[in-house]
């Protein structure tokens, strides 16, 4: 069974940095897409990054060069470093699972067949 578990949000200044962790139990980081989304109040939950099958890494154009997303040499945590934060990205981030990979739904919610509970990231300007 999968379990994935975000911890790292919190409350920063514009300009500032984050480090979202997502530890995860019953996924095997090597046969699965892994990513982070985030819902803002109003809004559609949407894609932030992905990394498939620990080779190939996505992001978004928003948060492209400002955003890493990562695993441990365990391979049982994934990461999402987050720097020059903007109050745009305020919002819940979400860790998501799914076995293997597809590249044309890889950025949809529908795709993921796990999810955490969510963390709070607020930005403040």
């Known amino acids: 069974q999968v379990r994935l578990v975000e911890s790292g949000g919190g409350l920063v200044q514009a300009g500032g940095s984050l480090r979202l962790s997502c530890a995860a139990s019953?996924?095997?980081?090597?046969?699965?897409?892994m990513a982070w989304f985030r819902q803002a109040p109003g809004q559609v939950r949407e894609f932030v990054a992905a990394?498939?099958?620990?080779?190939?890494?996505y992001y978004s154009d928003s948060v492209k060069g400002r955003f890493t997303i990562s695993t441990d040499n365990a391979k049982t945590t994934l990461y999402l470093q987050m720097n020059n934060l903007k109050p745009d990205d305020t919002a819940v981030y979400y860790c998501?699972?799914?076995?293997?990979?597809?590249?044309?739904?890889?950025?949809?919610?529908?795709?993921?067949?796990?999810w955490g509970q969510g963390t709070q990231v607020t930005v403040s300007s």
């Open positions: 998501a699972s799914k076995w293997g990979r597809n590249s044309r739904l890889m950025t949809t919610t529908q795709f993921y067949t796990s």
């Open positions: 019953g996924v095997t980081f090597s046969i699965y897409t």
């Open positions: 990394i498939v099958e620990l080779t190939d890494t």
